[in-house]
């Protein structure tokens, strides 16, 4: 077996959409690879500003008192130049100069798939953290973020069942996760939604109907329906439509939670696991693994290669959707 590359400079990034915890991440990564004599450097949106050449060095002063914030400090930004040979090329070189020999990107699925093909290219060893907060990413129990975005839904969704009570309305909540169910499932069960419609399972509106009608007839009004925006009906201007058309009697509203997911402090929790994996992206750099993302399985570490990260996503079992109809009977 070949030694590692010595690793002298480690530039760390944030890409796709922001995350809270990514704050906690960066501070982990930076502190990490200070303690271990290397030098650090912050890239300011993403990829784009790699290719920008918007770099600068970081100090343990550069990531003191961020743990707490939401977004990131370096900012965040789709790069299409960066999917170009030339655009890796100008990224690349903007690496070189500085001595920059390593790097920890910290986004999803999409952001992986840009570090895998920068690393095959110019050799530049890559570790990933999973920033998201739809937890659609396989090889780890949570992503950052999650734990905040599905926190900060339950609260609104317990929010609107409070008026949703005192006027006997039938809510349809529309909640983050364009290809993954996984905030509409927790914030759903956690605030005892009558339905959730995600996009890993085709949306049974005849069901959903009918199991509202038989409520109607028994006099259960309140009810609360949360659907992830990539539900394969359409969101919740869809399913409000038919179940208006259909409920006639019932005063059915529209509730789109939207970016607040996104944003606020993190939770202890995403605090915890941003942390833990940034202190083991830089351990996983000097022990000469590469190339690989760093999840949490079972309170253990995990590392998953670049491409089976970017290739598989978690999957939602039955038990959970047996749970949702038992519980929501």
Same mark, same amino acid.
């Given at each position: 077996?070949?030694?590692?590359?010595?690793?002298?400079? @480690?530039?760390?990034?944030?890409?796709?959409?922001?995350?809270?915890?990514?704050?906690?991440?960066? %501070?982990?990564?930076?502190?990490?690879?200070?303690? /271990?004599?290397?030098?650090?450097?912050? $890239?300011?949106r993403g990829y784009a500003g790699m290719i920008d050449d918007d770099i600068q060095k970081m100090e343990s002063r550069s990531v003191a008192n961020i743990i707490q914030r939401g977004g990131t400090i370096l900012k965040t930004a789709r790069c299409k130049e960066f999917y170009e040979k030339e655009g890796r090329e100008k990224a690349y070189a903007n690496l070189k100069k500085r001595g920059i020999n390593g790097l920890v990107i910290i986004g999803g699925d999409g952001s992986f798939k840009g570090a895998l093909k920068f690393s095959q290219d110019f050799d530049i060893p890559c570790i990933g953290l999973p920033g998201t907060i739809d937890k659609d990413i396989a090889g780890t129990d949570f992503t950052?973020?999650?734990?905040?975005?599905?926190?900060?839904?339950?609260?609104? @969704?317990? *929010? $609107? %069942?409070?008026?949703?009570?005192? /006027?006997? %309305?039938l809510f349809v909540i529309e909640v983050m996760g364009r290809d993954a169910g996984y905030i509409a499932l927790h914030s759903g069960i956690a605030t005892g939604a009558e339905h959730i419609l995600i996009p890993e399972r085709k949306t049974d509106i005849e069901g959903v109907v009918a199991s509202l009608l038989e409520k109607e *007839?028994?006099?259960?009004?309140?009810?609360?329906?949360? #659907?992830? =925006?990539?539900?394969?009906?359409?969101?919740?201007? =869809?399913?409000?439509?038919?179940? *208006?058309?259909r409920l006639?009697?019932?005063?059915?509203?529209? +509730?789109? !939670?939207? /970016?607040?997911?996104?944003?606020?402090?993190?939770? +202890?929790?995403?605090? !915890? $696991?941003?942390?833990?994996?940034?202190? /083991?992206?830089? =351990?996983?750099? !000097?022990?000469?693994?590469?190339?690989?993302?760093?999840?949490?399985?079972?309170?253990?570490?995990?590392?998953?290669?670049?491409?089976?990260? #970017?290739?598989?996503?978690?999957?939602?079992?039955?038990?959970?959707?047996? @749970? $949702?109809?038992?519980?929501?009977s």
């Amino acid at each position: 077996m070949s030694e590692p590359k010595k690793i002298s400079s @480690i530039g760390v990034l944030t890409s796709g959409g922001d995350s809270p915890g990514m704050n906690a991440a960066i %501070r982990a990564v930076v502190r990490t690879g200070l303690y /271990h004599g290397i030098e650090m450097y912050g $890239i300011t949106r993403g990829y784009a500003g790699m290719i920008d050449d918007d770099i600068q060095k970081m100090e343990s002063r550069s990531v003191a008192n961020i743990i707490q914030r939401g977004g990131t400090i370096l900012k965040t930004a789709r790069c299409k130049e960066f999917y170009e040979k030339e655009g890796r090329e100008k990224a690349y070189a903007n690496l070189k100069k500085r001595g920059i020999n390593g790097l920890v990107i910290i986004g999803g699925d999409g952001s992986f798939k840009g570090a895998l093909k920068f690393s095959q290219d110019f050799d530049i060893p890559c570790i990933g953290l999973p920033g998201t907060i739809d937890k659609d990413i396989a090889g780890t129990d949570f992503t950052i973020g999650f734990d905040t975005a599905v926190n900060t839904a339950v609260e609104a @969704i317990d *929010k $609107i %069942r409070d008026t949703a009570d005192a /006027h006997d %309305r039938l809510f349809v909540i529309e909640v983050m996760g364009r290809d993954a169910g996984y905030i509409a499932l927790h914030s759903g069960i956690a605030t005892g939604a009558e339905h959730i419609l995600i996009p890993e399972r085709k949306t049974d509106i005849e069901g959903v109907v009918a199991s509202l009608l038989e409520k109607e *007839k028994r006099r259960k009004l309140v009810n609360m329906i949360v #659907v992830a =925006e990539g539900d394969g009906f359409g969101g919740a201007e =869809e399913v409000s439509k038919v179940v *208006k058309s259909r409920l006639p009697n019932a005063d059915v509203r529209v +509730c789109i !939670l939207g /970016h607040i997911q996104r944003g606020g402090s993190p939770t +202890c929790l995403d605090r !915890l $696991i941003a942390s833990r994996m940034g202190y /083991h992206a830089v =351990e996983s750099l !000097l022990e000469g693994r590469y190339n690989v993302m760093v999840g949490i399985q079972n309170n253990k570490i995990l590392y998953t290669p670049l491409e089976k990260a #970017v290739k598989a996503k978690q999957k939602i079992g039955e038990q959970w959707m047996r @749970i $949702i109809k038992i519980l929501a009977s």
